[in-house]
């Protein structure tokens, strides 16, 4: 599912989380790391289930991007970057190599 909404980045985190995607993630490197675990992944291990955009009313450069993560082994998490010129290079290097596979209800 991917949705453009009227929620706030904080909003769709917390949703997330309650839907289980509870670990905070970050890209290092070339590996994706679970903040809380240190835990780390390779690209071929992990999906994108879901991703949402997020721009500020204000200020059309104030955007966000929220993926929902799922790994092999069951590890749920979130990742946020920047969209567009202000996103992590890091951050997108990863991701280009991250199938989106939406999870059947």
């Known amino acids: 599912m991917v949705a453009e909404d009227d929620q706030t980045l904080a909003g769709a985190i917390a949703q997330l989380a309650r839907r289980g995607f509870a670990e ?6 070339d ?5 809380e675990t240190q ?3 390779r690209a071929e291990d ?3 289930r879901e991703y949402h955009r997020f721009e500020g ?3 059309p450069d104030d955007t966000a ?3 929902a993560i799922e790994a092999t082994g069951g590890m749920r998490g979130t990742l946020v970057d920047a969209y567009g010129v202000y996103s992590d290079p890091d ?3 990863f991701l280009e190599r991250v199938p989106i ?3 059947t209800r």
Request: without cysteine.
């Open 24 to 29: 905070s993630l970050s890209v290092v490197g």
């Open 31 to 35: 590996r994706l790391r679970a903040v």
């Open 39 to 41: 835990k780390t992944f």
């Open 46 to 48: 992990v999906v994108i």
């Open 57 to 59: 009313v204000s200020d």
């Open 65 to 67: 991007i929220v993926y």
């Open 91 to 93: 951050v997108g290097a």
């Open 101 to 103: 596979v939406e999870r």
